[in-house]
């Protein structure tokens, strides 16, 4: 199994950036394929990002292209978001999410601790 803790967040202006971290415990993280879900108020969970376990594979939802950016180190463990050019659009809860298993780019079996919240105003 994989524990994840997020970090980063906050509040940011339209049109700013912000950076999510997430840092992983457990054994074989590069096993894992991992990415960053989001849910905005009144509205389901969507994947807007996933990447493979060896990061030669990547994934971004449509309203997020050219605008996010996943990465992943695995020698430490970590996986990156960086958000650019934000928008009201983009406030939701951001959650790290790992999975070893079938499913790509969308289901997920471990889940970040701890919410990230963003506000874009």
């Known amino acids: 199994q994989v524990q994840l803790v997020e970090s980063g967040g906050g509040s940011v202006q339209a049109g700013g950036s912000l950076s999510l971290s997430c840092a992983a415990s457990g054994q074989a993280f590069s096993s894992y394929r991992v990415g960053w879900v989001r849910q905005a108020p009144g509205k389901e969970r969507e994947v807007v990002a996933s990447?493979?376990?060896?990061?030669?594979?990547?994934y971004y939802e449509d309203s997020v292209k050219g605008r996010f950016t996943i990465s992943r180190d695995n020698a430490k463990s970590t996986v990156t978001l960086q958000m650019n050019n934000l928008g009201l659009e983009d406030t939701a809860v951001y959650y790290c999410?790992?999975?070893?298993?079938?499913?790509?780019?969308?289901?997920?079996?471990?889940w970040g601790r701890g919410p990230q919240v963003i506000f874009s105003s």
């Open positions: 990447m493979s376990g060896s990061g030669g594979t990547k």
């Open positions: 999410a790992a999975s070893a298993g079938s499913g790509w780019p969308r289901n997920y079996d471990f």
